[in-house]
């Protein structure tokens, strides 16, 4: 998530244990017994094996992946899928290691609270108290004068101290270098306090000194004569923050980050194939970097000097797997307790203050439907969210593909191992959706106590059953443990919430979708929105301006637009079309009489596959039940008028509603 920041993350030390430790996060269990349905967990593989075949070179290839899954404390899926070279001649292991990158942060926020619970870490002490040579950090700005166009660039002392909390949650003011005006494309002016502004500077792209050969100490000393992009607590952005917080724990533990990570966490999770490079003996393990070398940077078949908390590490699917568990378990594992459950609550609790601005990247805020915790992306919107899950899963990703989120409700982690080209289609194609939504629509659905098949169906016309044919609309939701998006065809959409960021003066447009009622209405990249109907935008959250935004399809909404390079803004009105996700979709026909019903979106619904007729048993004159795993219950909804308005697969707790949005044939 936001893993272009990984790009800057460099790797260490692999530990050494000996044998994986032998429990249930070894062996995958009874698929039924924990909750899963084995032929649907079977859907998991050969759907990233399509996609590995169909990536061509200028997609950016992926050769293989591991795909591991856990409920309850025990193993359900581990899988190694295709290779772990670009020539395809060395298959996958489920034990293959991967540069993780940004999954490494998480890491990184577990020692620190590591020593908060120790009493050696104080959350809300200055970083300055642990890292003295920060103490005189001041806070870039930028201010541009709209009579003359004029921009001035200098120097503010902070209104309050860069705290530990704020590295914890990217609220430091320290950011990546490519990410704002304060670092190399935008440049800074280089202030100090006797020269005033003299030139724009390339500053964290020349100046800042994180380098392999370099140590944690290094890095953070070449940052004290460099300015912070945001004053401290006032905005969340990726970065560095991490890696200062590595140094912190250095500091605070009178270890270095290396020894401290194996002693405290590696060794008592028995995570013997992680850390900070790959040892010799291990290399025929190392699943090939996408590009055809290595960066250097992120060449982890030597040990580096330094040890980047905020991306440095390789690690395995089992291993990672029992970081996660822990996490779930609320700080122990196997009888070995690492973190307290108030610290746990603590990281996977929301830690943004209401109103704070959210620069950059799509993982965090509003628009992606999370909040950001001390080391974590918090599912807390479902209907706006990405991907499904129970609201308060977390979870984090890396640069290179790697993703793990951790469902508290469910007791369900899932992760992914790839190595794919950040920006690449290969790598947007198997980030997060594909996992997310085939995990958790092979959950099972438990059948009520008094349900049983009926004996004799009840027998339908063909006008009663043509009531029921069409296409059914799910939103994004493949389970009733999720309520992802809408199906209720009320909804409007704009094409534009998804690809925005709040400035000071109004909503900014960043990417509208191609073919989108905003882009319809002659809404482009680069406009900035400065009124909703009437109504400034000035001073409002993201949350706030993304809420007026949503409304009832077929609605109009007025925006007055200032265009890039125009000083006059100009009216614009665009209409909200229906939402259609189009991510779950059912449709019900009649064959030779009989009624079935086959998934039709992208994505499969409980035992409905496309391409599968699955037929319908009539047991009343408006409900079927489908001869399945799960007996499935399908009860269809009428509206005032009594025409088939949509359906509920299994009514009851484990229902899921979806919206008739094509009546007949199509």
């Known amino acids: 998530m936001k893993l272009i920041a990984s790009m800057w993350a460099i790797p260490i030390t692999l530990c050494l244990l000996g044998p994986a430790f032998a429990d249930e996060l070894t062996t995958s269990g009874d698929a039924k017994s924990l909750g899963f349905s084995a032929a649907r967990l079977a859907r998991i593989a050969p759907w990233y094996q399509a996609r590995f075949d169909s ?9 293989g992946a591991v795909v591991a899954i856990a409920k309850g404390g025990k193993l359900a899926y581990l ?9 395809k001649t060395i298959p996958m292991k489920t034990n293959s290691i991967f540069w993780i990158a940004s999954m490494s942060k998480p890491v990184t926020s577990v020692a620190a609270m590591i020593l908060v619970d120790d009493g050696k870490l104080d959350l809300d002490a200055p970083v300055a108290r642990y890292l003295p040579e920060l103490q005189d950090m001041r806070v870039a700005f930028q201010k541009t004068d709209t009579a003359t166009g004029q921009t001035e660039y200098g120097l503010d002392p902070p209104k309050r101290p860069m705290t530990v909390r704020d590295l914890l949650r990217h609220t430091s003011g320290l950011i990546y270098p490519e990410m704002d005006f304060a670092y190399p494309e935008r440049g800074l002016a280089d202030a100090t306090a006797d020269s005033g502004i003299r030139t724009i500077h390339m500053l964290y792209g020349w100046r800042a000194v994180f380098r392999r050969d370099k140590t944690l100490a290094d890095f953070v000393s070449s940052l004290a004569g460099l300015p912070l992009a945001h004053q401290p607590g006032e905005v969340h952005e990726y970065g560095w923050s991490v890696d200062v917080l590595s140094r912190v724990v250095e500091v605070a533990s009178g270890q270095s980050f290396d020894q401290f990570l194996q002693s405290r966490i590696f060794a008592p999770l028995h995570m013997v194939d992680t850390g900070f490079d790959v040892p010799e003996a291990k290399l025929d393990r190392l699943v090939d970097s996408p590009m055809p070398e290595r960066p250097p940077i992120w060449d982890v078949t030597t040990p580096p000097k330094l040890f980047s908390g905020g991306g440095g590490l390789v690690s395995t699917a089992p291993d990672y797997l029992r970081f996660c568990q822990m996490l779930l378990n609320d700080g122990e594992l196997d009888g070995v307790r690492l973190l307290t459950p108030r610290a746990v609550k603590e990281m996977t609790t929301n830690a943004l203050p209401p109103g704070i601005r959210i620069f950059g990247g799509d993982e965090v805020g509003a628009r992606a439907g999370t909040d950001f915790g001390l080391g974590f992306a918090i599912r807390a919107d479902p209907v706006h969210s990405w991907v499904p899950g129970a609201v308060g899963s977390f979870s984090w990703a890396g640069l290179w593909g790697t993703y793990f989120w951790i469902d508290p409700a469910e007791k369900l982690i899932g992760l992914q191992m790839i190595q794919a080209t950040p920006g690449s289609k290969a790598r947007e194609a198997l980030q997060y959706a594909g996992i997310n939504h085939l995990a958790y629509g092979a959950l099972t ?8 098949l009926p004996a004799v169906p009840t ?3 063909p006008e009663a059953l043509a009531d ?19 199906a209720d065809g009320k909804t409007g959409w704009l094409g534009i919430g998804a690809f925005v960021a709040m400035e000071q003066e109004g909503l900014r447009i960043n990417r509208p979708a191609p073919g989108g009622p905003a882009t319809k209405a002659g809404v482009t990249a680069g406009d900035l929105i400065t009124e909703l109907d009437d109504a400034p935008l000035k001073g409002l959250s993201l949350a706030d301006v993304l809420a007026r935004l949503r409304g009832r399809a077929d609605t109009t909404i007025r925006m007055k637009i200032v265009r890039k390079g125009q000083d006059s803004a100009s009216d614009l009105s665009v209409v909200r079309a229906s939402r259609r996700i189009n991510a779950v979709q059912l449709r019900v026909r009649v064959e030779q009489g009989r009624p079935v019903a086959e998934a039709t979106g992208a994505w499969p619904i ?12 009539a047991t009343s004159s408006n409900e079927f039940t489908v001869d399945d795993e799960d007996h499935t219950r399908i009860a269809f909804v009428r509206d005032d008028a009594g025409k088939v308005s949509g359906l509920i697969l299994n009514p009851g707790p484990w229902e899921q509603k979806a ?8």
């Open 468 to 486: 029921y044919v069409g296409t059914y609309d799910f939103g994004g939701s493949v389970s009733s443990r999720d309520r992802q998006g809408l």
């Open 659 to 666: 919206a008739m949005i094509a009546p007949g044939p199509n």
């Open 79 to 87: 899988q190694a899928i295709g290779f772990q070279d670009r020539a």
């Open 459 to 461: 027998i339908l016309g």
């Open 55 to 63: 990536f061509t070179p200028s997609d950016g290839l992926v050769p």
């Open 445 to 452: 659905i438990a059948k009520p106590s008094s349900f049983a």
């Open 606 to 617: 409980l035992e409905f596959e496309e391409g599968k007729a699955t037929p319908l048993v």
